[in-house]
Structure formats: structure tokens, C-alpha cells
């Protein structure tokens, strides 16, 4: 029967749940003593992990167990590498400050190249960055700091392709400055109760948010005076606003024809047409589309969410030029400034953190159907996967 076949995968998960109950039961949180591993993680998140106590589910376990076999296949090549020799895959590393200590052993493999001891932090990855990520460097930093140790190696391994690209971190005294503010802030905060700011939110660390266990805790998607409940879903560019004389007069205003394709833009002109079409400069070429409006206007819960491409430094006057049409709306939810996903991406990631807050999208009004048919799908993932309560 197929059911062997689960039985396997629940064994598997009930083994790693109980290799986490292990562990954790061996190394408990202690307010005063902080997780090297985490101290560049949302202080928040840390703050949550600390008075709550975190239990992650199968798919973070797994995901944990993946990191760990990385961790070992690449101590185990290192060590019959002839390159470098590894002196430690395991070190005990405690960094104090003041009544707060970081402190725990980890996964770190000591290796000598050339007579040199180096750290290397070995990450596991689905894409490798271009640039290693702060978090991650911070890490590396408080186990350089903590060893003494002067140099290291941030080692991203591609776990789709089998790629791996290696970046090189000196200890730096900045670093050390950055781990005291944060340990003394975490540390603060868990000594008066009180949460510390939602961090990753704030930074717009929002991949963060979405894979954090404390979301529902947290909840950094929440529309302020609107707890979880029916929200209505409107598109703005070319939904509730026809912006087609904004985009012909952007293309003007760099030298091409009004007709010209967006697809065939080179990037040169593609840079310059977003930077003027994204901008305050000819939004009051925008005019409202009436049956769109009129839809929204027959709404009478108040809980109409506006979804849209347009970046956050557009925010006021956006909501200025709604104001001046008569267009009623609860929130709005934009692009970040450093975000440069397609339009439809960035407006279903919006989507799925509504849904993922508990709000469930009883309507999404857009003249863009595939855009459309993506959040209903999206919409009932979550309505089907979570309570099964419509
Ligand atoms: S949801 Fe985001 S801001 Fe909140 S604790 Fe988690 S990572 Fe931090």
C-alpha cells in the first residue's frame, strides 16, 4: 500500500523531531546567554525564540538537517583535500559583554592553509549571492572574534546546481562594536519584557517575515485597526486608474514614440523610463476608471486594501492623488524602494503576506487576469491549508 511510503516520511519527521528535542533539551535558552548562530537573525525573532520558545515545524527541521550534512560533506572534502587541513569541525566559542555572553557550539570547521588557521562558515543555499549576506558576515564575525582568529571564509554551496563560491572575512573591530549593541539590545529586552522593534520588517528583510516562526505572533503584515478577517484586493495602475497618458508622456519625455514596446526598451532607456514613469512627475496625467472606482465605492466594510507596483517613495503622493479622486481605501501596500521584482510578483508577494497574516482575500479586482487567477490560487492554498473555514 502507498502508505508505506508515508510511514517512511513520518519516520523521518519524527526523527528529526526528536534529534531537536535532544538537542534542545541539552542546550535551553538563558536570558543573558545569546546564540551566536542567531545574533544576526531579527532581534525580534530572537526576543520570541527566547520567552516563547520556538518548536520548528518538519519542513524547518529538514531544512536544518540539509544545512548540517552540507556542513560535514564539506569538512570531509577539506579533509582529503591535500589543500587545507581541518583542525576542528565543532568549536565552543563564548564572546562576553558585560552581563551578556555569546555563547554555544557550533558548526565551524578550523582549517590551516598555507600555515594560516582559517574559519569557515559553510552555508547552504538555493542561489548563491553576489554579495555574502550582513547576517551571515556578523556570524562569521563573532566566531573570529570569539577565536581569535583573524581571517574567514563564508562558503555558499548551491544545493540545486552543486555550485559554491567562497567569501573572504577579516575580523574588523566594526563588527565587534555592532555584536555589543545588538547583544546589550536583545539582552535589554528580554530583562524588561519588552518586545525590540520588528527589525526585519522595518529593513525590509521581508523574505525573513515569511519563513520566521513568530509570524503569527508577530505579524508584521497587519493592517493596523484591521485583526484578521474578509479584506478586498484592488490593483492600481490600470485598474482604478488609467495610466496610460503617464506612460506615453514618459516615453516622450526620453526621446521615443509613444507606441514604442516597453519589451523592446534597451537598458539604458528602460532605466530611464522607469525612473520618470515611477515618479511624482506626470501622476496627474492618471485618470480614474469608473467601473473600477464604482466597485470599490460599493464596499462597506472598509477593508479595501490597495496592492501596488509603485514603490514606496511614491506613498504620499499616492495617497494624495487617491485623496484628490475620491477614492476610498483602508491600506496600501507598495513596492519596497530596493525591490526590483516584475509588478505582478511584487503585488502576489503582498498578497501572500495578507494570507499568510490570516486575512482571507474575499475579492481581487485587477484588469490584469493572470494577476487575478494567481491570487485566487494563492488564496485558496491558504483557505484550504489552514483552518478549512471559508
Ligand atoms: S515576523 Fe519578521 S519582524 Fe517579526 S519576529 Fe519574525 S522576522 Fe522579526
Not at 100 to 119: F, N, P, Q, T, Y
Not at 120 to 140: A, C, G, M, N
Not at 350 to 359: A, D, Q
Request: hydrophobic share 35%; with cysteine; net charge neutral.
Amino acid at each position: 500500500m502507498s502508505d508505506v511510503g508515508e510511514e517512511v516520511v513520518e519516520g523521518v519527521n519524527k526523527g528529526l523531531r526528536n534529534l531537536w528535542r535532544q538537542e534542545a533539551d541539552l542546550h535551553q535558552p538563558k536570558t543573558g546567554s545569546y546564540y551566536p548562530s542567531m545574533i544576526g537573525a531579527c532581534l525580534r525573532k530572537q526576543y520570541y525564540a527566547y520567552s516563547i520558545g520556538e518548536v520548528p515545524d518538519d519542513g524547518a527541521l529538514a531544512i536544518f538537517a540539509t544545512g548540517r550534512g552540507v556542513h560535514d560533506a564539506v569538512a570531509d572534502a577539506l579533509d582529503n583535500s591535500g589543500v587545507l587541513k581541518v583542525e576542528a569541525r565543532e568549536v565552543e566559542v563564548s564572546l562576553p559583554f558585560g552581563e551578556a555572553v555569546l555563547h554555544g557550539r557550533i558548526d565551524l570547521v578550523v582549517a590551516s592553509l598555507r600555515g594560516e588557521k582559517i574559519a569557515i562558515e559553510v552555508k547552504s543555499t538555493s542561489r548563491i549571492p553576489e554579495e555574502p549576506f550582513e547576517h551571515q558576515v556578523l556570524q562569521l564575525q563573532t566566531y573570529l572574534h570569539a577565536t581569535g582568529l583573524g581571517k574567514g571564509v563564508l562558503l555558499y554551496w548551491d544545493k540545486r546546481h552543486g555550485a559554491k563560491k567562497g567569501f573572504v572575512i577579516e575580523k574588523e573591530r566594526l563588527s565587534l562594536e555592532k555584536l555589543e549593541h545588538r547583544v546589550g539590545a536583545l539582552h535589554k529586552s528580554l530583562v524588561s519584557k519588552e518586545p525590540p522593534p520588528r527589525e526585519a520588517f522595518l529593513e525590509n528583510r521581508l523574505w525573513e517575515c515569511r519563513y520566521c516562526s513568530f509570524l503569527s505572533t508577530c505579524k508584521p503584515f497587519q493592517i493596523e485597526g484591521l485583526e484578521t478577517g474578509p479584506i478586498a484586493v484592488y490593483d492600481l495602475d490600470n485598474t482604478l486608474l488609467d495610466s496610460r497618458d503617464r506612460l506615453r508622456r514618459s516615453l516622450r519625455d526620453i526621446g521615443l514614440s509613444e507606441d514604442t514596446d516597453l519589451k523592446r526598451l534597451s537598458a539604458e532607456d528602460r532605466k530611464r523610463f522607469w525612473g520618470i514613469y515611477l515618479s511624482e512627475k506626470h501622476l496627474g496625467l492618471d485618470k480614474p476608471i469608473g467601473q473600477y472606482v464604482e466597485k470599490l465605492c460599493s464596499h462597506s466594510r472598509n477593508n479595501v486594501v490597495i496592492v501596488t507596483g509603485r514603490p514606496e517613495r511614491l506613498r504620499a503622493a499616492t495617497e494624495q492623488q487617491l485623496g484628490r479622486l475620491n477614492i476610498p481605501f483602508r491600506a496600501m501596500v507598495m513596492r519596497r524602494d530596493d525591490e526590483y521584482l516584475s509588478d505582478r510578483q511584487v503585488k502576489l508577494n503582498w498578497v501572500e503576506n495578507l494570507l499568510l497574516t490570516g486575512y482571507t482575500v474575499e475579492e481581487c479586482v485587477s484588469s490584469y487576469r493572470d494577476f487575478m487567477d494567481a491570487a485566487k490560487i494563492l488564496s485558496e492554498k491558504y483557505r484550504t491549508g489552514s483552518t478549512g473555514s471559508s
